[in-house]
């Protein structure tokens, strides 16, 4: 090729690396070289002159069962993610971490300095990556709020307040014995939506019932079942994400109860599906892929745009006909 364009290879290397110290006239005979000679850089030999790797790891702390299941929460993110690294020219890596060895094989991977950086999607409380990640060089933003002792940079959406203005709208509507389906304890997704209904209600005369379910449809139509077991009596119900909320339509249904005349049924997310239940749910509408977008801008910033306070971007309450 540094034959073809009557230059040196130093030359050819300055500007296919992309260079400033080349003219035009030089510059302009090297790309006509590669364009005829069909040249595709070496990206691996590259990477060892550059140390970048053009790629970000997107770990995902759930089973896959989970990550490809019907929770949508996950390809959002992925699709938000992999837009946004695509107008920087980078690539995502989706790197699962649900087990022992799936932490202690993303952890080789990041210190073996096979990305540029990392997205943790989906922590729970006790998952040692943070902490191992810390241990290297390589930056690393969470899509959420961490349940950890390191310090690491965030964007989140408004959880607390969000789930203030579900149970707000419930206690506006007249109802008087709300109940919870709180999600995984060790999650702060689930942590922060409890502490907004926890918080209105201790502003009244009303009670907290939770059931724990486990952000599956399964597990909101289980906690369904034992909240109305606990209190048949209840008029309402606030779902930590729509899949519960979905599970908790369904076990109304079988048990006979109308939803909203006798109990009143609000989600979390406002997934597709929200759209179609019998009755359309309301619920409360989080930006995911704002979040996720705003994540990659902040991993590919500067450190300190990475170290600065974290974004939380506001929720909207979807009022339909559930509640």
Not at 2 to 26: F, H, K
Not at 89 to 110: C, F, I, M, N, T
Not at 125 to 132: E, N, Q, R
Not at 251 to 262: E, K, S, Y
């Amino acid at each position: 090729m540094a034959a073809r364009a009557g230059v040196s290879r130093a030359t050819v290397s300055r500007v296919v690396n992309g260079s400033a110290t080349v003219t035009p006239e030089i510059r302009a005979a090297v790309l006509r070289a590669v364009d005829q000679l069909g040249y595709v850089p070496n990206s691996a030999a590259r990477s060892l002159v550059t140390r970048r790797t053009g790629s970000i790891g997107l770990v995902v702390s759930e089973p896959p069962s989970r990550v490809f299941s019907d929770d949508p929460f996950f390809a959002v993110v992925a699709r938000a993610v992999s837009q946004e690294l695509e107008g920087a020219d980078k690539q995502v890596v989706l790197l699962p971490a649900s087990s022992p060895a799936g932490h202690a094989r993303v952890e080789r991977y990041v210190a073996g300095g096979h990305v540029d950086g990392v997205i943790l999607l989906s922590m729970h409380g006790s998952d040692p990556l943070p902490a191992a990640l810390a241990r290297t060089d390589v930056p690393v933003v969470s899509h959420g709020r961490p349940i950890t002792t390191v310090p690491l940079p965030y964007c989140d959406c408004d959880n607390v307040a969000g789930a203030r203005s579900a149970v707000r709208h419930l206690l506006d509507r007249g109802r008087r014995r709300i109940a919870a389906i709180g999600g995984p304890p060790d999650m702060s997704a689930a942590l922060d939506r409890m502490t907004g209904y926890r918080e209105v209600l201790s502003g009244t005369d009303r009670r907290s019932l939770v059931a724990m379910g486990d952000f599956t449809r399964e597990s909101g139509a289980a906690a369904m079942r034992q909240l109305l077991e606990d209190d048949p009596g209840l008029d309402a119900v606030f779902a930590a994400n729509d899949l519960m909320a979905i599970g908790a339509l369904h076990a109304l249904r079988q048990a006979g109860r109308r939803v909203p005349d006798d109990v009143a049924v609000v989600g979390f997310d406002d997934i597709e599906a929200a759209r179609y239940t019998d009755p359309p749910l309301t619920t409360v509408r989080q930006p995911v892929a704002e979040v996720a977008r705003a994540v990659v801008r902040r991993l590919l910033g500067s450190e300190e745009e990475r170290t600065a306070e974290p974004l939380i971007l506001p929720t909207e309450l979807i009022v339909r006909d559930s509640a």
